[in-house]
């Protein structure tokens, strides 16, 4: 037997650990602290009950909370100060908890916890965290019903073992009211919870990158496995996998900038050779775009593009996207006019030494040959890839430690080869991915961020060169042979079907559905039936044999045992019957032994009687002791 109020108790506190676990890795330390505290001193004052608080002091403590997670909230921090003060307020409650709307307003502050992580996070981990707390929610009420109806009562374990299987039960039965509602309410292609996360930290998981890039910067990303972006298409060749971002052709010594001369667009058909990619962003924070290299038409979302192949939306990207693009992979892109000398221009607090070296190179006659010996010189023996203790500038990287990252050998590459007279200019984007052979797409994180080179050959094109050492793109690479990562992408793989299925389900996809159900149903009605030829898709088929299953165990598991107290009746009626006595239905156990007349099985009788009687009746419960001593006395009749 356990206690009611204890009973409600446990759940209540198991409701709000998995609230906390929910927006854990999103609370300011403080929220942290402050939850831990309360959290404990509740469990003393309710299991120990060395204390008591004050309702008013609680009340102002509240106040106080709220008008603290008011004042720390920003334009670009919206959500996180709430979900600091709800986390603070379900403390408090837990800490005051003791009558029934105390654990119905700590259900509530449990729900806004999870609807934080909706807005903070729009992954499946919503629906794991989701599926438990309704479970316990559900099984709250029942035992806060049971407490209020009875404050001191008892609860067998068996009962409480029952009650949580009508818990689950009932959860079960709403998820089809639940899929029902998801497809039919009203949506928008521009959801609430997106728009809010923009503010969230959903909203500041923005890249590496910038409108810059100065010498080091994409370091600091290549150890974050944040994910970028996720391509759905074919696998390609490994030395195919650019991801083209944006275009940087001025250098100013320290730091590369587009310019302007780049505005106008180039590509605008689809030819048969391209490769069709479907892109889902997670939120960036710029309004870049990415496509395999090169990128010649985004489709699916409205774009501005300059010639120089960079696709840019018209305002930075705070919520998930996608849209489709279409590359030409080839070595070499013709534009409509050749770049003009700026593209030779490099600083002039360059020093000599740049150019004394740039003139071992510039005897060659053909420039292809000429920007291939740079690359060649910057790709020998006597430079190593490096992420750490960078040189402090070009000149030091180049003469000098001869260490670097991506951006010093493709900053020493694009000078060299102005400075030997061939335009040239730095791309920033990715390079590689993980290809995830169960979604069928791509997995691009942060730490894939490259920067590589673009030359200018006349009459032929832009050349992509990319001089890192290629054995030594060593962060992204290592990633792969680890467990972890596999796991990841694992996890991965559900991460993107959610989105796919739930998260991108909008109003253009409610029509769809709406639509095909309209014809569905139109096809139906049309005579003579004819049956359409069925294609099987195997995911559906095994959703439908998995539910089917699970509903068969959930009636099997509902199916209502026998009653102990009439399998004790009916066989108390036997034994009465074997000896010449009959127990009428409506007559009772007690009533039917006074009828007796032999006075040993009338005493046996009665002591069986009375035993049943108080168990049943008076004390409403059979445990297993009691079941034991009435089938004894059974057995004596």
Same mark, same amino acid.
Do not use: H, I, T
């Given at each position: 037997m356990v206690k009611t109020r204890t009973a409600l108790l446990c759940v209540t506190y198991l409701s709000a650990l998995l609230s906390y676990s929910a927006v854990f890795s999103f609370v300011h330390p403080g929220a942290h602290a402050t939850f831990a505290v309360l959290g404990i001193l509740a469990i003393v004052r309710h299991f120990f009950k060395p204390f008591s608080i004050s309702r008013h002091l609680l009340n102002w403590l509240a106040l106080a909370v709220m008008l603290l997670s008011l004042s720390r909230v920003r334009l670009d921090l919206l959500v996180e100060p709430f979900v600091d003060g709800v986390l603070a307020l379900l403390g408090i409650k837990l800490l005051e908890a003791q009558l029934g709307r105390d654990y119905l307003q700590i259900y509530l502050l449990c729900l806004f916890l999870l609807l934080g992580l909706g807005l903070l996070s729009l992954s499946i981990s919503f629906l794991f965290f989701l599926s438990p707390l309704a479970l316990l929610l559900t099984l709250s009420l029942l035992l806060l019903t049971m407490e209020n109806s009875n404050p001191q009562g008892q609860v067998p374990i068996r009962a409480f073992a029952q009650l949580s299987g009508t818990a689950f039960a009932i959860g079960t039965l709403t998820v089809p009211v639940a899929l029902l509602l998801f497809l039919i309410l009203p949506r928008t292609n521009f959801p609430l919870l997106n728009l809010l996360s923009a503010f969230g930290k959903a909203g500041m998981g923005r890249s590496g990158f910038s409108e810059t890039v100065s010498l080091g910067d994409v370091t600091s990303i290549q150890e974050d496995a944040a994910v970028v972006f996720r391509a759905k298409m074919n696998p390609v060749e490994p030395k195919d996998l650019y991801w083209r971002g944006m275009v940087f052709d001025r250098f100013d010594g320290v730091r590369w900038s587009p310019s302007s001369a780049s505005k106008g667009e180039t590509f605008s058909k689809v030819g048969s050779e391209d490769v069709e990619q479907v892109i889902f962003m997670e939120p960036f924070g710029m309004n870049v775009l990415f496509g395999l290299d090169r990128p010649v038409v985004v489709e699916r979302i409205p774009v501005q593009s300059t010639k120089d192949g960079t696709f840019r939306v018209y305002a930075p990207i705070f919520k998930k996207t996608r849209y489709v693009v279409w590359s030409?992979? %080839? %070595?070499?892109?013709?534009?409509?006019?050749?770049? @003009?000398p700026e593209l030779l221009d490099v600083p002039s607090s360059l020093s000599p030494r740049f150019t004394s070296l740039a003139q071992t190179w510039a005897s060659i006659p053909s420039p292809l040959?000429?920007?291939r010996a740079i690359t060649a010189f910057l790709q020998s023996s006597s430079f190593e890839y490096a992420l750490e203790n960078l040189p402090a500038d070009l000149e030091t990287f180049l003469f000098e430690?001869? /260490?670097?990252?991506?951006? +010093?050998f493709a900053s020493a590459l694009a000078v060299l080869a102005r400075l030997a007279g061939?335009?040239? /200019?730095?791309?920033? @984007?990715? *390079? @590689? !991915?993980? +290809?995830n052979q169960n979604g069928g797409y791509y997995l691009v994180l942060q730490k894939h961020a490259h920067v590589w080179v673009e030359v200018y050959l006349k009459g032929m094109g832009w050349l992509r060169l990319d001089p890192t050492p290629a054995a030594a793109i060593t962060p992204a690479q290592l990633y792969t042979r680890s467990l972890l990562a596999r796991w990841r992408l694992l996890l991965d793989t559900l991460n993107y079907y959610w989105f796919r299925t739930v998260v991108d389900y909008d109003l253009e996809k409610q029509i769809f559905v709406l639509r095909r159900v309209q014809a569905l149903a139109a096809s139906l009605s049309e005579k003579p039936i004819s049956l359409p030829k069925i294609h099987f898709d195997t995911r559906a088929l095994t959703f439908l !044999?998995? %539910?089917i299953v699970l509903v068969f165990l959930i009636v099997l598991w509902r199916i209502p045992k026998r009653n102990p107290v009439h399998s004790l009746r009916e066989e108390y009626a036997r034994r009465l019957q074997h000896h010449g006595y009959s127990l009428r239905p409506w007559q009772g156990v007690e009533e039917a032994a006074k009828t007796i007349e032999d006075p040993a099985l009338r005493v *046996?009788?009665?002591?069986?009687?009375?035993e049943f009687e108080r168990a049943v009746y008076r004390d409403r419960h059979l445990n297993k002791e009691t079941l034991r001593a009435l089938r004894s006395h059974l057995r004596s009749i």
């Open positions: 030409r992979r %080839s %070595s070499l892109f013709k534009e409509e006019k050749a770049p @003009g040959e000429r920007v430690d001869r /260490r670097g990252n991506c951006e +010093y061939v335009p040239a /200019r730095l791309v920033g @984007g990715y *390079r @590689g !991915g993980y +290809y !044999g998995v %539910s *046996r009788a009665l002591r069986f009687a009375q």
